[in-house]
């Protein structure tokens, strides 16, 4: 079994930065896929970023230039540094876990994320 467990979250103004980290414990597998997905009120669950075990990132449109993904293989944890906030990045933000080429998926419990004007 798998634990991701996320931390980092709050309340910030627009502008602002916050870094949140999600710590995977249980049985891990040396090539994974580890990512952060969010989701706001009435919309679907979007990836944010990911970044693979070779250290390969893929980042959504809407966050280029302002968020960085980045991940401690020794630690088991990976990061979202988010600078230059916007309203529209309030969302519960989940941490993910995936074991490459295969069907097993982890989700952390979600961190709110609330930006104000």
């Known amino acids: 079994q798998v634990q991701l467990v996320e931390s980092g979250g709050g309340l910030v103004q627009a502008g602002g930065s916050l870094r949140l980290s999600c710590a995977v414990s249980?049985?891990?597998?040396?090539?994974?896929?580890m990512g952060w997905y969010r989701q706001a009120p009435g919309k679907q669950r979007e990836l944010v970023a990911a970044i693979n075990s070779g250290g390969n990132r893929n980042y959504a449109e809407s966050v280029k230039g302002r968020f960085t993904i980045s991940r401690d293989n020794a630690k088991n944890t990976v990061f979202l540094q988010m600078n230059s906030l916007k309203p529209e990045d309030t969302a519960i933000y989940y941490c993910?876990?995936?074991?490459?080429?295969?069907?097993?998926?982890?989700w952390g419990q979600g961190t709110q994320v609330t930006v104000s004007l």
């Open positions: 993910n876990y995936h074991v490459s080429g295969s069907s097993f998926y982890y």
């Open positions: 249980g049985r891990i597998f040396r090539i994974n896929d």
